[in-house]
């Protein structure tokens, strides 16, 4: 069993497809017209056969209270892996991103957290070399 695909609502998918991959730098995998709305993916330009990401639109009912719970209460709703927290933060920051949480040391790892603009907190993380991933 593996994973092949996984989801975030965002409110606009026209807009989050502009952020996640202008500004965070994945690529457009599939844009397929489904009404209104779209069967729209990205990836990861590191490993672009690897799992996608749906952007999802948000429109269910129970997805707004959801999500506004999660960012009342400051929970990231993704986490992406990147290889420098801090880096990647002076890089969003220079673009423009807001973060909810700087860069902070989490003793194995370093986290920092952004709004992604399309209703969703996002953790970006970086293990310390040598540590245990959870194994």
């Not at 209104?36 to 707004?64: F, R």
């Amino acid at each position: 069993m593996r994973i092949e695909l996984t989801s975030l609502f965002v409110d606009d998918q026209r807009e989050a497809l502009a952020f996640y991959t202008d500004v965070l730098g994945f690529t457009k995998r599939h844009d397929v017209p489904l009404g209104e709305d779209a069967w729209l993916t990205v990836t990861s330009p590191e490993a672009p056969d690897g799992p996608e990401l749906l952007l999802e639109p948000a429109g269910h009912p129970a997805v707004k209270p959801y999500r506004d719970a999660l960012v009342e209460d400051g929970i990231p709703l993704a986490q992406f892996a990147v290889d420098d927290v801090q880096a990647e933060y002076e890089r969003l920051t220079g673009l423009g991103v807001v973060f909810t949480q700087p860069p902070t040391d989490i003793g194995n790892a370093w986290i920092a957290v952004f709004d992604d603009t399309c209703g969703n907190l996002i953790q970006i993380l970086a293990m310390k070399p040598g540590t245990d991933e959870g194994n």
